[in-house]
């Protein structure tokens, strides 16, 4: 899946709206309903969150903000790929990690939150999970 030049440009205005809401509320908010839906993912992470909150927030951070030159993220997109197979995450995950993160986006971004603005998220992400889910399995495949 390919984003066009608008859909980056709706991700990267309202990624700036919602990045002015604080990071552990949108930590609790993203992670409590992950681990509501899919109580057994909770065990995938510490025990205290904060540092996760943080880290969520600057990886969406970085690859929104280098969603202009996307291939250049095939790297940074493989590494973190193979963390999280380290991590226990498998492709199934990677729906549940996306309804949660599209319900946090409308949620957080309210009003700004439109058919056109889901489409774009819905995209970007599917675009991200489905390049990490390429770059997990592909050692997988190379081994057996």
């Known amino acids: 899946m390919k984003l066009t030049q608008s859909q980056i440009q709706l991700v990267k ?3 700036s709206i919602f990045r002015s ?8 908010v993203f992670y409590g309903k992950l681990f509501l839906e899919n109580p057994a ?3 995938m ?8 909150y943080k880290k ?5 951070s970085i690859m929104v903000a280098r969603l202009d030159h996307i291939d250049d ?4 997109i493989t ?3 193979e963390r999280h ?3 226990g995450v498998k492709p199934e995950h990677y729906p549940l990690v996306g309804k949660a993160l599209l319900w946090a986006l409308q949620n957080g971004l309210g009003k700004d939150w439109n058919k056109e603005v889901e489409s774009a998220w819905q995209n970007c992400y599917e675009f991200l999970s489905d390049t990490m889910i390429k770059a997990s399995t592909a050692g997988k495949l190379s081994s057996n």
């Open 56 to 60: 969520l927030i600057n990886m969406l």
């Open 85 to 87: 197979v380290q991590y």
């Open 21 to 28: 809401i604080d990071t552990e509320l949108v930590g609790d």
């Open 45 to 52: 992470f510490p025990k205290q969150m904060d540092l996760q």
């Open 13 to 15: 205005q309202t990624w």
């Open 41 to 43: 993912l909770r065990r």
């Open 79 to 81: 590494a973190m790929a």
């Open 73 to 76: 993220l095939a790297g940074d």
